[in-house]
């Protein structure tokens, strides 16, 4: 470890929170994209309530991509040193959410039991994650919206990818979980420990995913 | 007569009468009381000992709105008689915003640019130079530093060799948060610099023992960064109230308890506390204003910090 373990988590914060905030008004100007990307993400789930449906992973690779540019690489990497590599990290899950399709029969998919997490944790991050921030006093010009706001759209693909059978398509889900944790640990640099609460929630919801599962596998 | 002959003359009456001063006159004097500023050992150069940081607070991006603003505290710390401004290629955005402010206040003749030099290979250090040049819109900078000892050895003969060309006119080493004293100090002792940068607050006084006497023998002008310990002091202090003596040396806020106490080591020339706020702006730079504490008086001060 050595000079490095001397550092504080917020000696390594280079911008404020009010900087970092900012950045989602000016996502923001984004809306019409994300609102479509939305709407044909809860059309998606609405025909195929397994997840199934092909169209989902295009929606959610979309999202993906337009986070990787629009907000990473476009304005979190002028703040942040890290940035890009944030954007890369982003591009490399829509490609991965493009090319790990599921291959499971109707036999195998998912319990509905089991599906319980996914969509609790899916109808938070589209209802409740957005408005989440306004608690401590965010203004609603910087709502974390999904397909532009990072948190939101890792918690939907997780959520999505927790109403898939377990099978390759699973491989999509570490990012999103690292990001969960980036975020975590940016939020407390930046002295909001409520930012914990999106790791949390996402390993929640994987952890009550696998239980389930394994119980009805009894 | 501009602001600062009003208010010299305002001054000058206001003593005459020796009423009570209310908030506003006191302020008044204290902006017409002269700046302190130091000598940089090395030219016998004078500046002011209250300069400004861009760690974090000037790190917006191209945010328009957040530039403009900044633009606003460079202009409070020129109008109220600051010079240093230090930044790093390290800092994310803060030298194209500090340069964008600069521009729009017109290339203010008091900057005493200074930033540093921060990467692993000393052979693309020139060429980060010359981006920082190109961010601030400065021909040069007045002081160039070494980064955190980064390379130290590749950068400094890159540095001298500026200098001897007349490209840069100080130049100098920094380190942070208490690290890697004992290779500052090698350096200091063994290598022609002009500036030394450290942390050096109320509570951080390490280098009291060594560094600071160190600088001054070897006439070496310092720096003191982190004098707030990024708003930690500040909050630390919360709502109590100064102690009344602090009045004696012309301290009216805790920034200014802090910062006069930084400023009035003899062996410190400046002190760069960083903020994103004008009000803020303001607050700092009448710290070099006013009077400072004398050695019993700093460790007074020390002592009633420490007990907190």
């Not at chain 1, 609405?46 to 337009?66: F, K």
């Amino acid at each position: 470890m050595g000079e490095w373990g001397s550092y504080d988590l917020s000696d390594l914060l280079m911008f404020s929170a009010d900087s970092y905030v900012r950045l989602f008004e000016r996502a923001n100007r984004l809306w019409p994209l994300a609102l479509l990307l939305g709407v044909a993400l809860v059309i998606g789930l609405w025909r195929r309530p397994a997840g199934a449906s092909p169209s989902l992973r295009w929606v959610l690779a979309s999202a993906w991509l337009t986070v990787a540019i629009s907000f990473h690489h476009r304005l979190y990497a002028q703040i942040n040193l890290a940035g890009e590599a944030f954007a890369l990290l982003f591009a490399v899950e829509a490609a991965l959410l493009v090319l790990l399709r599921s291959s499971a029969r109707p036999a195998h998919a998912t319990p509905l039991a089991a599906t319980l997490p996914g969509w609790l944790l899916i109808t938070y991050a589209l209802l409740l994650h957005p408005f989440f921030w306004f608690a401590v006093g965010r203004p609603w010009q910087a709502a974390e919206l999904f397909a532009i706001a990072p948190d939101t759209t890792a918690l939907v693909t997780l959520g999505w990818l927790l109403l898939r059978p377990m099978t390759w398509q699973w491989l999509a889900l570490p990012i999103p979980l690292i990001w969960c944790i980036v975020s975590a640990l940016t939020h407390v640099a930046m002295r909001e420990p409520l930012g914990i609460l999106v790791p949390l929630l996402a390993l929640l919801a994987l952890g009550a995913r696998l239980v389930i599962a394994a119980w009805q596998r009894r | 007569m501009n602001r600062r002959h009003f208010l010299t003359g305002l001054g000058s009456g206001l003593a005459l009468t020796a009423l009570p001063l209310s908030g506003v006159a006191a302020d008044a004097l204290m902006i017409a009381s002269p700046a302190l500023r130091k000598p940089i050992p090395s030219s016998g150069e004078r500046i002011p000992v209250i300069g400004m940081g861009s760690w974090i607070t000037f790190n917006v991006g191209d945010d328009a709105a957040a530039r403009a603003q900044r633009a606003e505290v460079l202009r409070a710390f020129f109008a109220d008689g600051g010079g240093m401004i230090d930044s790093s290629p390290m800092y994310g955005s803060a030298e194209a915003v500090i340069g964008d402010g600069l521009a729009r206040l017109g290339h203010p003749s008091e900057l005493f640019a200074a930033t540093k030099v921060w990467t692993s290979s000393g052979d693309d250090g020139p060429d980060e130079i010359a981006r920082s040049q190109a961010l601030w819109g400065v021909e040069r900078f007045h002081l160039l530093q070494v980064h955190n000892l980064l390379a130290w050895e590749a950068h400094l003969a890159t540095l001298q060799a500026m200098k001897a060309d007349g490209r840069v006119r100080y130049v100098g080493v920094t380190t942070s948060h208490g690290r890697r004293h004992a290779e500052l100090e090698q350096i200091m002792r063994t290598q022609p610099i002009d500036f030394v940068q450290a942390t050096y607050n109320i509570v951080d006084r390490e280098v009291e023992q060594r560094i600071l006497p160190l600088a001054a023998e070897r006439g070496i002008a310092f720096i003191a960064n982190r004098p707030f310990r990024r708003g930690a002091l500040i909050e630390r202090v919360g709502q109590r109230p100064l102690p009344p003596w602090a009045a004696d040396f012309g301290c009216r806020d805790w920034p200014g308890f802090l910062l006069k106490f930084i400023v009035s080591h003899p062996a410190v020339t400046c002190a760069i506390p960083a903020t994103s706020r004008v009000d803020h702006m303001h607050e700092n730079m009448r710290a070099m204003r006013g009077g400072m504490p004398d050695a019993a008086t700093r460790e007074r001060m020390a002592a009633q910090f420490a007990a907190l």
